[in-house]
């Protein structure tokens, strides 16, 4: 899975093979385990902004349609991937500071452009009082 950090600035990372020594699948994986962590390899042009209640994320994902693609949200990690029968590949995931509220959360497909708005899920004290004797 890949994953993208919607608090930190991206960072560029490369990596050079050295050229005695070379495996497709390790290359493979490194390259895009590391091209999505520093942003230099996106393929999609994502925004992240955070609102007061709910987070709200852009991702362009031009030629798909709604029931091409698949949301997932576990705890503070949103992920977005287009079905296997989608005409183009699309598979990104971000973590946020605060966990999302899946049910109060929504997803809007209009001209190529999936908007988020991922509801907040705010810590609540389980604070109890103590009375002195």
């Known amino acids: 899975m890949f994953y993208s950090l919607a608090t930190r600035p991206s960072r560029s990372i490369q990596r050079t093979a050295s050229p005695l020594v070379s495996n ?13 962590l520093s942003g230099a390899r996106s393929s999609h042009s994502a925004t992240v902004e955070d609102g007061e209640q709910a987070y709200s994320l852009q991702l362009d994902v031009p030629g798909l ?3 091409q693609l698949d949301i ?10 287009s079905k296997s029968d989608a005409p183009r590949a699309v598979k990104a995931a971000w973590r946020f500071p605060l966990e999302i509220e899946a049910s109060a959360s929504t ?8 908007t988020l708005t991922l509801a907040k899920k705010l810590p609540i004290s389980n604070v109890t009082q103590l009375t002195i004797s």
Do not use: P, Q, W
């Open 24 to 36: 497709g699948a390790l290359d493979s994986f490194l390259n895009d385990t590391i091209g999505s």
């Open 107 to 114: 997803a809007k497909l209009e001209n190529g452009v999936l």
């Open 65 to 67: 349609a709604k029931d």
């Open 72 to 81: 997932g949200i576990e705890g503070d990690v949103v992920r977005v991937a």
